[in-house]
Structure formats: C-alpha cells, structure tokens
C-alpha cells in the first residue's frame, strides 16, 4: 500500500500569503492518479485538483497543483478568508490511499 | 446536477446491523463507480471500497475488506454500506462518493453513524 506524508501538520498564515502543502509517497505515483482535496469543518470534502495539476470544475486559478514521482505540492498563491481549512492528497494506483492532512489555520 | 443524496444519520447500538444508502442523480447511475470513505471523528479519510453500478463488480481496501459488504441496485440508482455486526470503532462519519478519473469528484453530505450502549 503507498502511503502518503503531508506536511506541515498545520500551517499558520494570514489572507494574501502563499501556502505551499507537499504531498510525498512511499513510493512512485502515476501523476495521473494524485489528486487533493479541500475539506471545511461540517462538509464533506471537495475535489480541487486531479492528475496532480489540472484544477477541478469550478475551482479558482488561485489553487495550483504541481509534483511527480513521489514529490507532490498543492499551492495556494493568495489566502482568501475562505481557503482556511484542512487539504487533502489522494492516490488511485492498486488502491487508494489518502494523505493525512494539511490544516490551514489564520495566523 | 449532479447529486449523491445519502440516508440519515444513525445511532446504533454494538452487535446490532445496519445498512445506509447512497442516491446518484443527476448523471448515468451505472457508467460511475460509487465509493464509501470513511472520517473517523476528528481524523482524516480513509477509503473503504467501491462498486460499479453496472455490474456490481466490487473492490474492498484491505483495511474494511470482510468488515462491510458494497452493493448497489441501479433500478433506483442507489448504493449501500452495511455493517452485520457494528463495533463502537464503527462511529464515524461516512461519505459515498463518485469516481472520476482516479478521484472523487462528487460527494455525498455524509452520513453519520454513532454505536453507542
């Protein structure tokens, strides 16, 4: 099973900073398989960017994806108020596994 | 639209069975495949199996396989999680979900399940 590392564990910023999260896997990953997700507390996640770096429906150029192998990063370019909460990286290779989490807190 | 609508939240006691459902609309039920992920409280996802409505062909995680049965009847474009026996390490939030590629691009609201004696 391929098990994937967040960090940081939490990461402290204020609106209009950049946040980078990385995602590393025990072992390589098919680009087209890791996607993140964004989830707000009381909701159900939601799909921001799949194959590693194409955004979602819906989702604001502001949210990008980058990474291969088994370095994986989500990038955040400017925090808006909204864009606080726990993210999430995911891989579909034999099986699927979800990464730890990223909580992205107001400093 | 395309909606996974689920059944409500649940309070159970240990040893006793349950089954919660999942309705797709919205989309072609059968040419998705529907999974479950489960959010223990306070905790992150964990992926449980999924199903092909289609043909009802299943894949369990290692993790739930033997522990809860996948199903779906397509005639109601519905998907079900059941448990035959819940344990109180069964309480927890859990979401069906929809297949795209290799991610999940819709999701249910969710539906919480608490055994407790």
């Known amino acids: 099973e391929i098990v994937l590392t967040q960090s940081p564990g939490t990461l402290s910023l204020s609106p209009g900073e950049r946040a980078t999260l990385s995602c590393r896997a025990s072992?390589?990953?098919?680009?087209?398989?890791l996607a993140w997700y964004q989830q707000k507390p009381g909701q159900a996640p939601r799909l921001l960017i799949y194959g590693a770096s194409n955004r979602a429906s819906g989702i604001p150029d502001r949210f990008s994806g980058s990474g291969s192998g088994t370095d994986f990063t989500l990038t955040i370019s400017r925090l808006e108020p909204e864009d606080f909460a726990v993210y999430y990286c995911?891989?579909?290779?034999?099986?699927?596994?979800f990464g730890g989490g990223t909580k992205v807190e107001i400093k | 639209e395309v909606q996974l609508v689920q059944s409500g939240a649940e309070v159970k006691e240990p040893g006793e069975s349950l089954k919660i459902s999942c309705k797709g609309s919205?989309?072609?039920?059968?040419?998705?495949?529907i999974g479950w992920v489960r959010q223990m409280p306070g905790k992150g996802l964990e992926w449980m199996g999924i199903i092909y409505p289609h043909d009802s062909d299943t894949r369990y995680s290692p993790s739930f396989q033997g522990q809860v049965t996948i199903s779906a009847d397509k005639s109601i474009r519905t998907a079900y999680l059941q448990w035959s026996s819940l344990k109180a390490s069964d309480t927890a939030m859990y979401y069906c979900v929809r297949q795209a590629r290799r991610d999940f691009d819709f999701w249910g609201q969710g539906t919480l399940v608490i055994v407790s004696s």
């Open positions: 995911q891989q579909y290779g034999s099986s699927v596994t």
């Open positions: 072992q390589s990953v098919s680009s087209s398989y």
């Open positions: 919205g989309y072609s039920f059968t040419s998705y495949w």
